[in-house]
């Protein structure tokens, strides 16, 4: 029995949503988080991006270290974005097809952001209608 | 410990994994997520959650207030960094030299495997 734990996306629920369905899953739970992850130590990545959205983004009222910070913290990854937190509860012999999915649902050509699944293992489950225990009360 | 040599035999080149739940403060949240990361531990996720602890929530008059806001902040870190991470987040998240009830919990949890969705493997 484990228990998968996916961040992904806000825009990418519903197609995760529906790789889960085709791939079989007796149900899963899904949060609302914040999230952030490694941060991004290309300074040339983070150069290029700045100029072009300081550009954009400089008006008159607000001060240009303002400015300038929040748009570095947009992009060095230490600023917290809002992701959906899937929860699954599986049994061992189907995690690599679940991942697979949540992978191929999940991935974009950003090549970064697309969030993280971690796997970790369950002791025990009930099924709070039937009493049931184990791994029958998961599917 | 049986998690960790399932995962191990699977993900040989990925050191060992654990989950930190810290359950704090919300005013004390940013605090910690700072001290985080300026050490290296950028990566989190965080969750507005309500609770109580052994204290049973606040009585205050005739109210008992026992869904009390605090933040949950999820972290996967390797298995050596265990020690470095609880010790910060214990020094930052208490209020007062001597803490306070209500500063929250610490829950570490192993984790088997790690997939990072963008790159496609395993691995932070």
Known sequence: MKEIMAVVRMKKTGATKKALVAAGVAGFTAVKVLGRGNLVTDPKAIEECKEKLLSMGMDEFSEAGDTEKMVTSFLDGSRFFPRRLFTILVHDDDVPRIIEAITKANRTEYGIGDGTIFVMPVSDAVRVRTGETGEAAIW | ?124
């Not at chain 2, 309500?50 to 204290?55: A, L």
């Not at chain 2, 949890?109 to 969705?117: H, K």
């Open chain 2, 1 to 124: 410990m049986k998690c960790g040599k399932y995962r191990r035999e699977k993900m040989a080149d990925v050191c060992d994994m654990l989950l930190i739940r810290a359950i704090v403060r919300p005013e004390k949240k940013d605090d910690v997520l700072a001290e985080l990361s300026s050490a290296g531990f950028n990566a989190a996720t965080m969750v507005d959650v309500v609770g109580r602890g052994k204290q049973k929530g606040i009585r205050i008059g005739g109210m008992v207030y026992d869904e009390i806001p605090k933040t949950l902040i999820l972290m996967v870190i390797p298995d050596e960094a265990k020690e470095k991470v609880i010790k910060m987040i214990l020094a930052v998240g208490k209020t007062g030299k001597e803490g306070t009830f209500g500063d929250g919990k610490i829950f570490v949890s192993p984790v088997d495997e790690v997939y990072t969705i963008s790159k496609g493997t395993a691995g932070l």
